[in-house]
């Protein structure tokens, strides 16, 4: 299936195609690459879908009691979100994977781990929760990153969709507050060795705090740095480099606009602000996943970010030098991206947001 395509003037590097692998998926939101050619993928409005290489589904069973299965309409952020793979996962079959949690008292993110065995979900376990629960069914996070040093990252949302929702010291600024920070985790879901001191009353692997609404991670596979994308108010999305400490502002500096007119946070005091790496101010981009490529299809792209987004952008080309992203370069548009990853032998997989969603290869344009 052929995209429209759109290239940015004096910037187009290679043209290129999709090819559908497998439709009919529920709002697929990401994936991971089995042993065997397989992909496991999960679905925002469904549960996991084991898919072959020839678009084969099967579906898995075992999900938890307590994941989100009824949607509120349009606006609604539950369900089930990211999964990545345990590093040996051939022997231990482990994934991890988060999922909007219900309980009596609300909806929260929620980190999980599990076996995957014939098609089953085994001993699932819970290692973080996001409390307190809430009505507000926004801006969960997700979004999932096991590093080269075997660190688990986890995003999560600061769950309001006004600003005006939140206390005094709005709650990405709290320390205390589970809401809209990234954490890091041993494989066990204990805090890592090395995190960052926010104090004595910190929430327990807590890395970074002032975030909004952070869904994708990505590392190049020999390492270096770790990038982030969020999404902003109105208009105002980023990509960040993730550092230990790092407050990337939010609600307190945004390029975007607040919906809760004349909103003034109180500041955490002596806080330092990191800048962006990368923000839209002409439009919403709404980016989600994103990825560095080293692959060998495009060698013209390795070590750029490949991002996926849900408003016009769908899909582009951040063109880094020496850690700097200094441009952009439009590959796709017509339809809302879920995801871009990179499988182990480098060929790009995209995920559709659809109600009939679809997982697409990407190839170069003959």
């Known amino acids: ?11 187009a590097t290679a043209q290129v195609e999709t090819v559908p692998v497998a439709t009919g998926l529920k709002r697929p939101w990401s994936m991971a690459f089995l042993p065997g050619g397989n992909f496991l993928v999960s679905e925002k409005e469904g549960g996991f879908v084991r898919i072959e290489p020839d678009g084969t589904k099967h579906p898995i069973t075992g999900m938890p009691d307590d994941l989100v299965g009824t949607f509120q309409g349009r606006g609604d952020n539950s369900g089930l979100f990211d999964v990545v793979l345990h590093p040996d996962f051939a022997s231990s079959r482990r994934i991890y994977f988060t999922y909007a949690s219900q309980g009596t008292d609300g909806v929260t993110t929620r980190l999980a781990t599990a076996h995957l065995v014939d098609d089953r979900l085994a001993e699932v376990r819970s290692l973080f929760e996001a409390t307190p629960r809430s009505s507000e069914r926004f801006h969960y996070g997700g979004g999932l990153l096991i590093d080269r040093q075997r660190h688990l990252y986890l995003t999560v949302g600061e769950r309001h969709f006004r600003e005006g929702d939140n206390p005094p010291l709005p709650v990405a600024q709290d320390p205390t507050d589970r809401r809209g920070k990234i954490y890091r985790f041993t494989l066990d879901g204990e805090p890592a060795p090395g995190n960052p001191d926010f104090g004595a009353r910190a929430v327990p692997g807590l890395y970074a705090l002032g975030i909004r609404a952070a869904q994708g991670l990505a590392q190049a596979p020999d390492g270096g740095r770790i990038w982030m994308s969020e999404h902003g108010t109105h208009r105002g999305d980023e990509v960040n480099v993730l550092r230990a400490r790092a407050n990337y502002g939010w609600p307190v500096h945004t390029s975007g ?20 790496a990368w923000t839209w101010m002409d439009r919403t981009v709404a980016p989600t996943g994103l990825v560095v490529y080293s692959g060998s299809q495009f060698p013209e792209w390795r070590g750029d970010l490949i991002l996926a987004g849900l408003s016009t952008g769908s899909l582009l080309r951040l063109d880094v030098e020496d850690n700097r992203i200094l441009g952009e370069e439009p590959l796709l548009t017509g339809t809302r991206l879920r995801n871009v990853k990179q499988a182990p032998d480098g060929t790009l997989y995209l995920l559709t947001d659809e109600d009939d969603g679809r997982l697409l290869r990407l190839e170069r344009r003959p």
């Open 1 to 11: 299936m052929l995209f429209e395509l759109m290239l940015a003037a004096g910037m």
């Open 257 to 276: 606009r607040y919906r809760t007119v004349g909103y003034r946070p109180q500041t955490l005091p002596g806080a330092i602000y990191t800048a962006p």
